[in-house]
């Protein structure tokens, strides 16, 4: 069965930090999706990045950047610098691949930012 | 482009009642998903809408249910209500499914 495990339930850090939330996924799946969503205190969740199970290549939009390894089940993501408009809690997701594009995301249980000034 | 639109924002009920919750798309998206989001469970996946077909069931009670409309807005409706059903209520939406969902600011729903 699917699952998503984000093992820090809370982190604080001081601005300017740089900070890594890990996620770790379970599939028998050879192809899916891993998706980073945060969630900010106004609740709305906000779509971070998509990553095919085929991309291993990391990538880097600014002081986020995401670290993919098949190898280890690990789809990682590091703030750097972080502001402490960062403050909010990150869900990792995984696809569930059904027929077609019938698809529903199994989530983690989310990582809780504190960025203090 | 309006967001996904979610009424009411928050909602109290008692247990026994039933509730409806809304959730208006974006405009052109097809995909309307919903969620249930609590603290200890976290975010699971309730149903998801396409052309106003269910594609895709989470396993919750018959209790909870839902219909999509020809405009795409959907709409959850929850009978008899425990305490347990409690939670943030979250809508998605998206183009074909959940290649990239975009989220509503959810319904907080109270059941005392």
């Known amino acids: 069965a699917q699952k998503v495990t984000q093992a820090q339930t809370e982190i604080s850090v001081v601005e300017k930090e740089d900070v890594t939330l890990d996620c770790v996924y379970e599939?028998?799946?050879?192809?899916?999706?891993l998706f980073w969503y945060k969630q900010p205190p106004s609740g709305e969740l906000v779509f971070l990045i998509r990553?095919?199970?085929?991309d291993e290549q990391n990538e880097i939009s600014g002081r986020y950047s995401w670290n993919f390894q098949k190898s280890t089940s690990s789809f990682n993501f590091t703030i750097t610098a972080s502001q402490v408009v960062d403050s909010a809690v990150y869900f990792c997701?995984?696809?569930?691949?059904?027929?077609?594009?019938?698809?529903?995301?199994?989530w983690g249980l989310g990582t809780s930012l504190a960025v203090n000034p | 482009k309006a967001g996904v639109t979610q009424t009411p924002r928050y909602l109290i009920k008692t247990r026994g009642q039933q509730v409806t919750l809304s959730c208006s798309p974006i405009?052109?998206?097809?995909?309307v998903s919903w969620y249930q989001q609590t603290p200890g469970q976290g975010l699971q996946f309730l149903f998801e809408?396409?052309?106003?077909?269910?594609?895709n069931k989470g396993n919750f009670p018959g209790r909870f249910s839902g219909r999509q409309f020809s405009n795409s807005r959907s709409e959850m409706n929850v009978s008899t209500l425990e305490l347990g059903d409690s939670a943030l209520y979250l809508c998605?939406?998206?183009?074909?499914?959940?290649?990239?969902?975009?989220f509503g600011s959810g319904t907080q729903l109270s059941v005392l």
């Open positions: 998605a939406s998206s183009f074909l499914g959940a290649e990239k969902l975009f």
């Open positions: 405009s052109g998206h097809r995909s």
């Open positions: 809408y396409f052309s106003e077909t269910q594609r």
């Open positions: 599939t028998r799946d050879t192809t899916y999706y």
């Open positions: 990553r095919n199970s085929f």
């Open positions: 997701a995984l696809s569930d691949v059904n027929a077609g594009n019938n698809r529903k995301l199994i």
